[in-house]
């Protein structure tokens, strides 16, 4: 996973190893919401691949249906810890 956006924040910047542990601790966590993500649009593209061009409101409900369901697997925004 390409993780090279995000910033090391400054306090693991002095010693390696704990950016090492901090770089390994984000995409452990990022890696399932990456899956889901990869899964709604291997699903949206399956879709579209077999409708005719025309049906294009239906390839959009179903991505947007996609995306729901990947939504409601992800925790509430009020259920996460607060940011530092």
């Given at each position: 996973?390409?993780?090279?956006?995000?910033?090391?924040?400054?306090?693991?910047?002095?010693?390696?190893?704990?950016?090492?542990e901090y770089r390994e601790a984000v995409?452990?966590?990022?890696?399932?919401?990456?899956?889901?993500?990869?899964?709604?649009?291997?699903?949206?593209?399956?879709?579209?691949?077999?409708?005719?061009?025309?049906?294009?409101?239906?390839?959009?409900?179903?991505?947007?249906?996609?995306?729901?369901?990947?939504?409601?697997?992800?925790?509430?925004?009020?259920?996460?810890?607060?940011a530092p």
């Amino acid at each position: 996973m390409d993780l090279r956006g995000l910033d090391t924040p400054e306090a693991f910047l002095q010693d390696p190893a704990r950016a090492a542990e901090y770089r390994e601790a984000v995409e452990a966590a990022a890696q399932p919401l990456w899956q889901r993500a990869l899964d709604a649009f291997g699903g949206c593209a399956a879709v579209a691949r077999d409708q005719p061009a025309h049906s294009l409101g239906r390839w959009r409900e179903r991505c947007d249906l996609e995306a729901r369901e990947a939504a409601e697997m992800l925790p509430d925004a009020e259920d996460s810890p607060p940011a530092p």
